[in-house]
């Protein structure tokens, strides 16, 4: 009876979600390629979609899929609201080389914050 009460939580969360985007099933259901018969019984509690289906639904209401299954809002967190997350949210846009580039700077600033800070740590020992 729990997983059928967690169901039902879970289909009235996704559906203010996608109501609060002004959304018909329809319309949310050809956003993630699932025919809107399939959404309803998200919705109604009847079905729990699969992980990969979570991370399709949370991408288009523009929400974490924690907070899709928990409601736990991701304002909680403190990178949520900085400036960093958004860009991130942004590099998803870019093609899979231009994200490769990306990470490969991001590694040589972290590396180099290491070693400046190991530097600055054995000048102070000496």
């Known amino acids: ?47 729990t979609p699969p992980a990969d289906m979570l991370v399709k639904l949370a991408d288009a209401l523009g929400v974490t899929v924690d907070y899709l299954l928990t409601g736990n809002p991701v304002e909680d967190s403190p990178l949520a609201s900085s400036r960093l997350f958004r860009r991130f949210k942004m590099l998803e846009a870019l093609n899979a080389d231009d994200q490769e580039t990306v990470i490969k700077v991001i590694d040589a600033l972290i590396a180099k914050e290491r070693v400046t800070a190991a530097l600055t740590a054995v000048d102070a020992a000496a």
């Open 1 to 47: 009876m729990q997983d059928e009460a967690l169901r039902k939580v879970f289909g009235a969360r996704l559906k203010g979600l996608r109501k609060q985007k002004g959304w018909a099933q329809k319309e949310l259901a050809g956003r993630v390629g699932i025919r809107f018969q399939q959404l309803n019984k998200y919705e109604s509690g009847l079905n």
